[in-house]
Structure formats: C-alpha cells, structure tokens
C-alpha cells in the first residue's frame, strides 16, 4: 500500500511507558492544534482483545482482516482498557510480523489525516523513531512507577474493575519490562525527544509546558 503524504501538515509524535499521561496529554494536544489523535497502544489492545476473546480464529489472516477493517470508533470501546488486555497486549506486540501488519494502519494515519485536520498526533512505543520519525515535535512523556500506577488503579476502580493496587503495580511492571527489554521496537527516549515528567505536575501543568514549547517554535 503506497502511503500518500499530506503537505505542510504538523506531525506530533510521543513515546511512553504505560500510565505516565500520555493519553491526557495527547488528547488535550490534539484538541487545542486540532490534530488528528491515534493511541496506538489501542491497536495492540484491539488485537490482544480479538486473541482472548476468539483465540481459535487467532492467526495472521485474521489480524489482517482485523486491521483492514478497522475503524476509528472501534478503538473506544471500553472493553480494551482492561489489565489482562493490556498484559496481552504488550506480549503480542514483540512480534516482528504483527508489528508489521499495524505498520501502514499507523502511517496512513500520521501523514494522511482527514483534511478537517491540521495534522495528527500519534503516542505509543516507537513513534518518535519509527513511525514518525520526521515528527514536527516529538515528547517522551514519562512518571515514576508508583505514580503511573496509582494513576492507572483509579482509572481503573472508575471502570468498576476488580483489582488491587498491588496488582496494578505488577502488572504495570511486567509491561515495562516487556516493553523496554525487548528486541522489536522497544520503548525508548531518542536523542531528540523532549523530556516530560509527569510526576509532580497536574493535568494542566503538563498542557501548558508541552504548549509554550510547540508555540515557541510556531509563531517565532
Ligand atoms: O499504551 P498502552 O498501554 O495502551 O499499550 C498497550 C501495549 O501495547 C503496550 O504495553 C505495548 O507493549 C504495546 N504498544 C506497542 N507499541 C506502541 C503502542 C503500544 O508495542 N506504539
């Protein structure tokens, strides 16, 4: 599939480990640039969900078919945002051959965005390095671990699901693990991604830094 390439469009890319605010953040981004907004972590989560639930029709035609047909609004449903599909996600996706299949689905997205749009931001793993490495912008957005891990239990506990702080913080460990150490697109801060802990700094302090820098380099 030959990717075709808006002109003159502005491209956000951002990278980070689970829970750190990324979502958030990229949202409230892509709302104030109007930008196109992709969580890639839910394409992995949409296939993770598809082996759990169906995992005799599991095979790579089936994921294929999957992400041919897939649109938008499927990733919202809220059946992705569960912990075991997020462990599942983070296992399937060190396979070289499913990373490829989601491959154009992500750069159609980034580079062709609808034309109501002035560009698009994607967050994940890879994005600053390969997806989007010609990114206008590029973040790596980050927290410590019990911070992500607090945060992720109350969005969690909102969701009315069954788990314990504890075994937030293990999981969330566990996909650090997968996500840093493997061979196939770790996660990663590149030279040229700005850093932004997330820690100590609410919702809307984190906005208005990640805002002054993309100003400062728009209008000056
Ligand atoms: O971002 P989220 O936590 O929803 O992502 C779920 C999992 O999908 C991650 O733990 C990671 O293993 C995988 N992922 C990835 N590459 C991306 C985005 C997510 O490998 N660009």
New binding site residues.
């Given amino acids: 599939m030959k990717i075709i390439k808006r002109k003159n469009i502005l491209k956000i890319a951002i990278d980070s480990p689970?829970a750190a605010g990324a979502g958030t953040l990229a949202k409230a981004i892509s709302k104030h640039y109007k930008l196109y907004y992709l969580?890639?972590?839910?394409i992995?989560?949409y296939i993770a969900y598809h082996k759990l639930k169906f995992p005799k029709k599991y095979n790579q035609n089936y994921i294929r078919s999957k992400i041919k047909s897939l649109k938008i609004n499927y990733l919202s449903n809220k059946f992705l945002l569960s912990d075991q599909v997020?462990i599942e996600?983070?296992l399937i996706?060190k396979i070289k051959n499913l990373r490829k299949i989601v491959h154009n689905f992500q750069l159609d997205f980034a580079y062709n965005p609808p034309k109501k749009y002035k560009g698009s931001c994607l967050d994940?793993?890879?994005?600053t390095y390969k997806i989007v490495p010609d990114a206008d912008f590029k973040f790596y957005i980050t927290a410590n671990i019990k911070t992500r891990a607090k945060r992720r239990f109350k969005e969690l506990k909102k969701l009315n699901k069954k788990i314990s702080y504890t075994e937030v913080l293990k999981s969330i460990k566990k996909?650090d693990k997968?996500?840093f150490k493997r061979k196939i697109?770790p996660l990663k801060k590149t030279k040229d991604s700005l850093l932004i802990n997330t820690t100590n700094l609410t919702k809307r302090a984190c906005f208005l830094k990640i805002k002054k820098i993309i100003d400062r380099k728009l209008y000056n």
């Fill in positions: 689970a969580d890639t972590g839910k992995y989560r997020g996600a983070s996706s994940g793993r890879d994005i996909r997968n996500d697109s």
